[in-house]
């Protein structure tokens, strides 16, 4: 099973900042990598797609957020962060960290998803 450890979120006003990081591990193991990616859920809405960065450390988003948002991860490819700025009240939502894909020990993982972590922006 993959850990997923979120943190960042809070409450902010519109135009403001914040940065949510996400710590992916596996129990035992070291030397992981993994391919993450951040997705979103305001309220009464689906969960959508926010942004991916490759191995390479290349990032893709969304429309709604390119120019805003910024994605990075640490250089063992273990933690992704996600540099949310000019924060907008339709950007409130819950945050989730997601491993699309890894290899841990040998052991090939995709599809985990972290608990989310709330961001509120007021007007």
Wanted: aromatic share 12%; charged share 20%; with cysteine.
């Amino acid at each position: 099973q993959v850990q997923l450890v979120e943190s960042g979120g809070g409450s902010v006003q519109a135009g403001g900042s914040l940065r949510l990081s996400c710590a992916a591990s596996v129990s035992g193991y070291t030397g992981c990598w993994f391919d993450m990616s951040w997705y979103r859920q305001g309220p009464g809405k689906e969960r959508e797609f926010v942004s991916e960065i490759d191995y390479d450390g290349s990032g893709r988003y969304a429309d709604s957020v390119k120019g805003r948002f910024t994605i990075s991860q640490d250089n063992a490819r273990r933690t992704v962060y996600l540099q949310m700025n000019s924060l907008k009240p339709e950007d409130t939502a819950m945050y989730y960290c997601k491993v699309d894909r890894g290899r841990c020990g040998g052991i090939g993982y995709s599809n985990f998803w972290g608990q989310g972590t709330q961001v509120t922006v007021s007007s």
